[in-house]
């Protein structure tokens, strides 16, 4: 029997262009001639949308084109999960990756595409100190695993980003631009970004963030009061703001006004109700007022009482009318109150300067780490929650891919207790090394990874413990945990070439490639990559299938998807599996392509949707 042609399970991450050229012919297929896209249809299709003129506005800094070849690089790479340094591994839904966030993302892409709800990211400032992500177009991969020391390497790969470079703004760009761009596939429609940024690069981040997300989708560039006093050492001008970057991914899907919710100390004096909601009574008349209305009204008793108010006339008519107006006697004298029903919340204002500060975050940390300065200038997670409060609900999904100290899923934590809700995480954090000298290093940290996760540990424990002393059971079961995921190298082999011109050597290579599998490759690691690559979550499960004899198989479970997947991954498929895995045309099967006989590829793909490793 002759083999059919099979299909291969992904072994790379799609890429992100061609993914948008097949979105692009779903809506404009007319402006597609044999399968490549015919610009002369896509400009009549469009008329008068697009700009031909030559000196048109653009945005653009040495080394771009490089930036977007790397953004279209699929990854070989995979992501191997780690049990041992997880907190509830099997049971939490929240994610902590730990890697290059480039590569992390491309992974994340089709699994999360259009998932995520916020984005808050602190990304490097670029003052000159501060690291930049050193990426290798031709590999990116690579670059991470020298950087990493897991290949050898000439130098360190993680480096500064001094102001002395002649690409100084240059670099610091074609790092952030695939990264944001990747970030923005991530976002819902009604998904929101926000971004920490100093005086730096705060112009450069506006007019990259205006290319990817279009200037349409701008929202504000708060200003953020990140310190009290101080900085009498500055030589010209002492700075105490930083600014926060935010734009949603479509804005027309916002329809309705953005609130921060009042606190529940502010909201408790709403303690009566009527039919149009909770509210309390408020004096109307101050004299202390700015501009006050004033004019006379007639008390119960024939008192006249001149008010001195923010309410018209006419409104204290109709309010009076209907009940909204009271008189309350107060002695020989009248007091003329309003009730005031309870608000959704308050506008955000531009100038955040009500939240906590850089200090804050510090003191938050040291009370965590035993009073060790272990992270510089980490974010307080009362800023996080605020930006929280403003555009999620719970269960929404919240990623941070510059995760630094781990203050984002800190305030996650934290605000999912405050207010029973389920909002999950995913961050990603480099393996950045911390200096020798640092009290970090000499407390045995030897990565900011690796203070970031231990951050979670004792962030969750506390959180626990302060949930029990104050006997909360309602409240037990919030999601303290996190899995953590390593990006590491492909399970699959790679093609090396061959230098010598004999075609004994291309035979032997090619023999190499009769299983494509690494030696040493473990069945866990290679499930997970199949599932990544498939585009399955990095909450779904692995069981093994117990009423399957004939071979080993797994079970694959994407439940936030209601998807899953069966892999055998032995080194040879026994006829009797056909029966005993009782599979539709559905289903997806996925096993290696040496385990099969031309007999068993047929009948299986038959049966099902078949893919070989």
């Known amino acids: 029997m002759k083999r059919p042609h099979l299909e291969k399970a992904a072994r790379e991450t799609p890429q992100v262009a061609l993914d948008t050229i097949m979105r692009l012919k779903e809506v404009v297929p007319e402006a597609f001639s044999e399968g490549k896209i ?21 945005f653009s800094w040495a080394g771009k084109k490089d930036a977007i070849r790397i953004l279209q690089t699929p990854s070989r790479a995979t992501l191997v999960p780690d049990k041992a340094e997880s907190v509830d591994f099997d049971k939490t839904n929240n994610l902590f990756i730990e890697g290059d966030n480039l590569e992390a993302l491309k992974l994340l892409y089709k699994s ?121 050492d500055s030589q010209f001008i002492a700075s105490d703001h930083e600014y926060i970057l935010c734009f949603i991914r479509n804005k027309t899907e916002i329809d309705s006004r953005w609130f921060v919710p009042y606190d529940k100390e ?7 109700k009527d039919e149009k909601g909770a509210y309390y009574w408020d004096t109307i008349s101050r004299k202390g007022l700015k501009n006050p209305i004033i004019y006379e009204v007639t008390a119960p008793d024939g008192k006249k009482i001149t008010l001195y108010a923010q309410l018209s006339e006419r409104s204290f008519r109709e309010k009076l009318a209907t009940n909204e107006i009271r008189f309350s006697r107060k002695g020989t004298d009248w007091s003329v109150q309003r009730k005031i029903y309870m608000p959704e919340g308050t506008v955000l204002r531009s100038v955040v300067d009500d939240v906590a500060t850089n200090a804050d975050g510090k003191n938050e940390l040291r009370a ?8 510089s200038n980490p974010k ?22 510059f995760a630094g100290s781990g203050t984002t899923a800190h305030a996650i934590m934290a605000q999912n207790i405050d207010d029973s809700g389920s909002r999950r995480f995913i961050l990603v954090q480099l393996p950045e090394p911390i200096p020798e000298e640092s009290e970090a290093r000499k407390a045995g940290y030897k990565t900011i990874a690796d203070i970031s ?60 490639f009769n299983d494509p599998l690494v030696k040493g490759w473990k069945p866990e690691s290679v499930i997970w990559e199949v599932a990544i690559k498939e585009g399955y979550g990095l909450n779904s499960k692995i069981d093994s299938v117990k009423d399957v004899k004939a071979n080993k198989v797994f079970i694959m479970t994407d439940s936030d998807n209601q998807r899953s997947f069966r892999i055998c991954l032995d080194d040879e498929l026994k006829p009797a599996l056909l029966k005993e895995l009782g599979l539709s045309k559905t289903d997806l099967f996925v096993c290696r392509d040496v385990a099969l006989t031309d007999e068993l590829a047929a009948n299986l793909a038959l049966q099902c949707r078949l893919k070989t490793i």
């Open 266 to 272: 502010y909201l408790a004096r709403y303690s009566e």
């Open 380 to 401: 307080p997670t009362m800023l996080v929650r605020k930006l929280m409060l403003l555009s999620t609900q719970s269960g929404d999904l919240i990623l941070d891919f």
């Open 368 to 375: 965590l780490f035993d009073e060790l300065d272990i992270f």
């Open 38 to 58: 015919d610009f002369e249809k896509l400009r009549s299709t469009l008329g008068n949308v697009i700009d031909e003129t030559p000196e048109r506005y653009s």
């Open 453 to 512: 996760k231990e951050r979670l540990r004792r962030a969750g424990k506390k959180l626990k413990d302060g949930l029990k002393q104050q006997k909360l059971g309602d409240k037990q079961e919030v999601d303290l945990g996190f899995k953590i995921f390593k990006l590491a190298e492909s399970n699959y082999r790679s093609w090396s070439g061959v230098d010598e011109k004999e075609p004994e050597a291309y035979a032997k290579q090619m023999t190499l």
């Open 112 to 232: 999360y595409f259009g998932q995520v709800k916020m984005i808050y990211i602190d990304p490097p400032y670029n003052t000159g100190n501060d690291f930049v992500y050193p990426d290798d177009y031709a590999d990116p991969l690579h670059a991470y695993l020298e950087m990493t020391k897991q290949k050898d390497a000439d130098g360190n790969l993680l480096t500064s980003n001094p102001e002395t470079s002649g690409r100084y703004h240059s670099s610091w760009l074609s790092m952030m631009y695939p990264r944001l761009f990747l970030a923005r596939q991530l976002l819902r429609d009604d998904g929101v970004i926000f971004v920490s940024i100093d005086d730096n690069e705060v112009h450069n981040l506006r007019m990259i963030m205006n290319e990817v997300f279009g200037e349409e989708n701008f929202i504000a560039e708060l200003i953020w009061e990140k310190r009290k006093g101080g900085g009498n």
